[in-house]
């Protein structure tokens, strides 16, 4: 397995703000969108290197198992009759701001439910929530991997990409980051979550503010990311594109989509971004490792931009020779489009 998502899969209903009309039994959930980032640089049979896990209730969608199945990923579909798919509320406001509820009971995923599984022994892992969850989370997970190996040697490290959960970035919650942020070897939070676990407001009135950004990220780091203190902070900003740093590597990256008209829907947007970046750090070099961190990030910018570009996910099409596109545009030309737009993009 090249990525494992601890994220949910939850059908959504989506409302906009006027005249724009709610849509309900969307595709959706942390772990959907990030599985989806990560198989879009995984074509068949690698795809099914990519993990994830649906809990299917009684009023599954069969539409949406059939979407499911025709990315050919390694999810594991767990048919849960007795209990209703977790469903959810999302409502956007300004700064891409979104408002968020739960309308059925969730049923959370934790270490326990990738024993006996091939996700236990993926190579890099999405976790999406609050600190000490993380903190436990990582240590159960690795706990599982040293007693569960065939031979005597201790298996490698994954990675381990930490999402931090909205509600809980606040200043309280200040001092339990930092703990988790030993633990893992990329955080990344969205502009403002960063900001909000500091206290501060990281929006500026048209952009938002890159230098506040950079001293808290900066904060970060001297704290130490990562088991020796060598991970790095990743900071999505939306429209503003994301900043990533750790030693030796600061750099500001442009959001594939320039223009407000080509962003339809930007949930799941972060979520796929990560997807896309776990890949990356998996795939890109030669080795897994946060060596490969811009063109990491450059693969997440290309997912995120899949997945904001329409309600729900990205339509897979295949061409006379079994290509794949995604809403009729290939990944990889994505990226070298992407490519050639960095080599004149001039650092905020």
Request: with cysteine; net charge neutral.
């Amino acid at each position: 397995m090249d990525f494992c998502t601890m994220g949910l899969f939850i059908i959504d209903d989506i409302e906009f703000p006027p005249p724009k009309p709610k849509v309900t039994n969307v595709l959706g959930g942390a772990g959907t969108y990030s599985a989806l980032g990560a198989r879009l640089f995984a074509q068949p049979p690698r795809s099914r290197a990519v993990g994830w896990i649906v809990d299917a209730g009684s009023d599954f969608p069969l539409e949406l198992r059939e979407t499911i199945a025709s990315w050919d990923t390694g999810v594991l579909i767990r048919e849960t009759p007795q209990r209703l798919t977790t469903r959810s509320w999302n409502g956007y406001g300004e700064h891409e701001h979104r408002a968020f509820r739960y309308l059925t009971p969730k049923l959370r995923l934790d270490h326990r439910d990738l024993i006996g599984t091939p996700l236990l022994w993926s190579k890099s892992f999405h976790l999406i929530c609050h600190p000490l969850r993380c903190i436990d989370l990582v240590e159960n997970i690795l706990a599982l991997r040293n007693q569960s190996a065939h031979t005597g040697a201790k298996p490698p490290r994954p990675l381990f990409i930490w999402e931090p959960v909205p509600d809980l970035c606040t200043p309280g919650e200040l001092q339990n980051t930092l703990k988790a942020l030993r633990s893992v070897d990329v955080v990344s939070p969205n502009h403002s979550e960063l900001g909000a676990l500091f206290g501060k407001d990281t929006n500026g009135p048209h952009h938002v503010d890159y230098r506040l950004i950079e001293q808290l990220c900066d904060q970060w780091l001297a704290s130490g990311i990562g088991e020796n203190g060598k991970g790095a902070v990743v900071v999505r900003a939306g429209k503003d594109g994301c900043f990533v740093k750790r030693a030796g590597l600061q750099r500001w990256l442009p959001a594939y989509h320039q223009s407000a008209d080509s962003v339809i829907d930007p949930t799941g947007g972060g979520n796929g971004f990560l997807g896309g970046l776990a890949m990356g750090l998996v795939r890109a070099g030669a080795a897994p490792g946060l060596d490969n961190l811009e063109e990491a990030a450059i693969w997440g910018s290309v997912s995120a931009s899949f997945a904001i570009e329409q309600i729900g996910a990205p339509v897979l099409s295949h061409g006379s020779q079994g290509e794949e596109t995604w809403n009729k545009a290939g990944v990889a030309d994505r990226v070298v489009a992407f490519k050639q737009r960095l080599q004149t993009y001039v650092q905020p």
